[in-house]
């Protein structure tokens, strides 16, 4: 809520972040899909709002671009604010990235998906023998969040999965369990251990 405050958006509204990618490559590549999708949920969940966040002026540019398709969308914008967005949403679809582990932290139900060039593709599948790609599934050692990648990355596919963190309240819930698990190994009292490393090499 505090949040939501912040950013001048209602406390009682459901909305969905989308973060296309840092890059203006990964937005021009992925914006067009993510915000179809977007615009489907939005059909299924009455009175859902997209919040996106990002880093300049050229990502913006694409962004406004790719969400004049979808007049009936409302679409938030905002420079630089992915933290606080994050947190203000209900739900997040994100690009494969270091925002999924911060999504995770924030305890966000989330969906994982990327598109390359298709040579790309081919030669990462060739060189990198990967069970997962975001770091809260390679964390987990399974698939905590769904990832959708390449020609599985399609609206109709990231609809459903979204939709069904939108409209189940009990998939969500154990969600949050497992990333408060995953939380709880990640901290490792860093600033006691350091200080305690200090102390030894001292009295060595």
Known sequence: ????????????????CVMPGSRASETARLADTF????????????????????????????IQEASKKFSNLKVHIFQQKSHQLMTASDVILLASGTAAL??????????????????????????????????PNILAGRELVPEILQDAATPDRLTAELSEFLRNTEKAKH????????????QRNASESAANAIVELIES
């Open 35 to 62: 915000l179809e999708t977007a615009n489907n949920l939005s059909i299924r969940h009455t009175g859902l709002e997209v919040l996106i966040p990002v880093v300049n002026t050229k990502c913006e540019s694409l």
């Open 102 to 135: 911060e999504a995770m932290l924030l305890k966000k139900p989330m969906v994982v998906s990327y598109k390359v060039s298709p040579l790309t593709w081919r030669l990462a599948k060739w060189l990198v023998k990967v069970d997962y790609v975001s770091l």
């Open 175 to 186: 969600l949050l369990q497992a990333y408060q698990f995953i939380h709880k190994k990640l």
């Open 1 to 16: 809520q505090k949040a939501r405050e912040q950013l001048g958006l209602q406390g009682d509204q459901r909305y969905l």
